[in-house]
């Protein structure tokens, strides 16, 4: 069973547009990892948030982390075509959601 | 470094048939991972290795499914028979335990199976 759930299922923005993507899931964990899948790929690693932190970027990439809502947000911004592609939260027994399926127009 | 390498890369098959996925993680790896993939959904875990020890195959149908990792290096996952829902993709991951439960998957591009 998923272990983690992301919404919205899926998402179309314009080039240059922010992109916000959330996960939620059942049980503590120690940290939470964010992943994306371009079609026909395996999944990639984007980055990790530890319990303790709040919020860490990478790039264009901004990662928050609320335990007590047990929820998780992963906003890209200024979005380019590039981008298109499924992104997964997975929790730290690697377990992951349905997945955030991005479409960025040109 | 190498990737994940996993093959074959598609695979045709009528029902009943057995089919067998092969993973070869990055070497130096000791933690890998199975997932089955449907169509529009995250993957599932099937089973997770610590060297050549299955630690977590709650998962993993066992009536039809079965896995391998003799020697704790590559691994092979293996159904027999095959059903129609048995259709999806089989990833491979593979990650470094020695940065603990932080260590990031690396994943193969995964074996596209069709059950006809």
């Known amino acids: 069973s998923q272990q983690g759930e992301e919404d919205p299922q899926a998402l179309s923005i314009q080039e240059g547009e922010n992109a916000t993507m959330n996960c939620s899931y059942k049980t503590s964990i120690n940290n939470l990892q964010w992943y994306r899948q371009n079609s026909g790929r395996g999944l990639v690693h984007l980055i990790l948030i530890r319990s303790n932190e709040r919020e860490k970027h990478s790039g264009r990439l901004r990662v928050t982390l609320d335990t007590s809502k047990k929820s998780s947000s992963l906003l890209i911004t200024a979005s380019r075509a590039a981008d298109t592609a499924s992104y997964f939260c997975g929790r730290d027994d690697m377990r992951f959601g349905a997945g955030t399926r991005l479409t960025v127009k040109p | 470094e190498a990737g994940v390498v996993q093959s074959p890369r598609y695979k045709i098959i009528e029902k009943k048939q057995p089919v067998a996925f092969w993973c070869n993680p ?91």
């Open chain 2, 26 to 116: 990055i070497s130096g790896h000791n933690t890998l991972y199975w997932y089955l993939q449907n169509l529009g959904q995250g993957p599932e875990l099937l089973i997770r290795y610590e060297n050549e020890e299955a630690v977590d195959d709650s998962q993993l149908p066992k009536d039809r499914f079965s896995a391998e990792r003799l020697k704790g290096v590559d691994s092979t996952l293996k159904i027999q028979p095959a059903e129609l829902g048995d259709s999806a993709v089989y990833l491979c991951a593979s990650s470094d335990r020695a940065g603990g439960r932080e260590s990031p998957l690396h994943f193969g591009n995964g074996t596209r199976l069709t059950v006809t």
